[in-house]
């Protein structure tokens, strides 16, 4: 008989930004919920609809239960601010995100949650470059992404090979430190975050493999990369990390008069509010 998986005492959160979903949102948060109910985690999803242009909130809203809240703000703000939204509301003692879509396999979230107790890590990154992920990836892309990161190697020294894949985990401590300090609220968040993270001490931050499928031809990506808008912003923002980092300072405890507080922003700090602790 197989032996029962021991039950992890750690409660996890799970943000899933949602962005004009409204065909695929309801199959991806019960894949989600599925998926997590066979794992031996204790977990809440926290659904944050970035906007409401479309149904996505109200079908979200419909599967609402004591795994699963669902939030929405008026205007679209970018998936960044979705994220760090979700995170403000979130229990964890670890807390992950996972891109709405599933372009993403959901089952990579019990994968990194097992390298976070492995390594003892701060932040563990769903990568694309992992030597065990499994990925239909266009050409275009792959070059594209290795470029990018080789620059944010340079830039800020992050030892990870893969930073934008949309699956990561973080220790609720990290976030803490974190979140208030940040600025990017859409193209560059992930690297911000990241950056910002082992700036003020958080080293341990590993990769893990993932189950990517990106369901999109080679023509929807354009080879002249300099001229896609999404791509430029990225390389701005990215850049105006390194400024804040290296030259503003922005980042230093020093500078906090100067960071911008959203009050809907403020991470809660109670991590057993949701359990009834």
């Not at 679209?76 to 996972?98: E, T």
């Not at 594209?144 to 699956?167: A, P």
Request: charged share 30%; proline share 2%.
């Amino acid at each position: 008989m197989e032996k029962e998986q021991q039950k992890s005492e750690k409660l996890v959160s799970i943000i899933v930004p949602a962005y004009k979903q409204e065909k695929t949102i309801k199959q991806d948060l019960e894949n989600i919920l599925n998926t997590m109910l066979q794992t031996r985690w204790d977990f809440e999803i926290i659904v944050v609809v970035d906007g409401v242009l479309d149904k996505t909130y109200d079908i979200a809203k419909s599967l609402e239960n004591k795994k699963l809240k669902a939030f929405c703000y008026e205007r679209n703000r970018g998936k960044g601010y979705a994220i760090r939204y979700g995170m403000a509301r979130a229990s964890g003692d670890y807390v992950s995100f996972i891109d709405a879509g599933m372009d993403i396999n959901p089952n990579g979230i019990s994968m990194l949650l097992e390298h976070m107790e492995w390594y003892g890590a701060d932040i563990i990154v769903g990568s694309k470059k992992h030597p065990a992920s499994k990925v239909k990836y266009p050409i275009v892309r792959r070059v594209y992404s290795w470029g990018y990161h080789t620059l944010v190697w340079l830039l800020f020294g992050l030892h990870v090979k893969d930073t934008q894949t949309g699956l990561k985990v973080f220790k609720r401590e990290v976030l803490v430190k974190v979140l208030p300090r940040l600025v990017i609220k859409e193209f560059a968040f992930d690297i911000e975050l990241l950056a910002v993270a082992s700036h003020l001490g958080f080293h341990n931050i590993y990769e893990a493999p993932v189950y990517v499928n990106i369901d999109f031809s080679e023509s929807s990506f354009s080879a002249f990369f300099f001229l896609d808008r999404h791509i430029r912003n990225m390389l701005l923002d990215t850049a105006a990390v390194f400024y804040r980092l290296n030259f503003l300072k922005y980042y230093d405890d020093k500078s906090d008069r100067k960071w911008v507080y959203d009050k809907e922003l403020d991470m809660r700090v109670n991590t057993g509010e949701l359990r009834g602790e």
